[in-house]
């Protein structure tokens, strides 16, 4: 984990899954993005801008230099829904609960949301 703080600030360690996992979370956290204020933070608010800058996971994927204010008040990176479609062995329990409480959809997350890895 980068931080406890937020949704999903993580640094993944291995390789990616085979297949992205397109589940209930997976779904919950694109609608998430696809609803969020892009943004950064400034003694806890988020404001706009970058935040902690751009970051590569491990399989190649780089995210933006923007964090992401969900709906429900967490704070979050434009990767939230590729870890959790190819890296979810590697997700917290908390991390996961949290993902949990955002609220359902039905919508089918884009390629752009869940940025296949190089080679997949």
């Given at each position: 984990?980068i931080t406890d703080s937020g949704?999903?600030?993580?640094?993944?360690?291995?390789?990616?899954?085979?297949?992205?996992?397109?589940?209930?979370?997976?779904?919950?956290?694109?609608?998430?993005?696809?609803?969020?204020?892009?943004?950064?933070?400034?003694?806890?608010?988020?404001?706009?801008?970058?935040y902690r800058g751009v970051h590569?996971?491990?399989?190649?994927?780089?995210?933006?230099?923007?964090?992401?204010?969900?709906?429900?008040?967490?704070v979050t990176n434009s990767l939230?829904?590729?870890?959790?479609?190819?890296?979810?062995?590697?997700?917290?329990?908390?991390?996961?609960?949290?993902?949990?409480?955002?609220?359902?959809?039905?919508?089918?997350?884009?390629?752009?949301?869940?940025?296949?890895?190089?080679?997949?």
């Amino acid at each position: 984990m980068i931080t406890d703080s937020g949704l999903l600030f993580i640094e993944p360690k291995g390789s990616p899954s085979a297949e992205p996992l397109i589940d209930e979370l997976t779904v919950k956290m694109a609608e998430g993005l696809r609803r969020s204020k892009a943004g950064v933070m400034v003694d806890d608010r988020l404001v706009g801008g970058s935040y902690r800058g751009v970051h590569t996971c491990r399989c190649g994927v780089t995210s933006s230099n923007t964090d992401h204010l969900l709906p429900n008040g967490e704070v979050t990176n434009s990767l939230a829904a590729h870890y959790l479609a190819w890296h979810r062995e590697e997700v917290p329990q908390a991390q996961l609960d949290k993902v949990k409480g955002l609220p359902d959809s039905r919508i089918i997350p884009s390629a752009k949301e869940l940025v296949t890895p190089p080679g997949k």
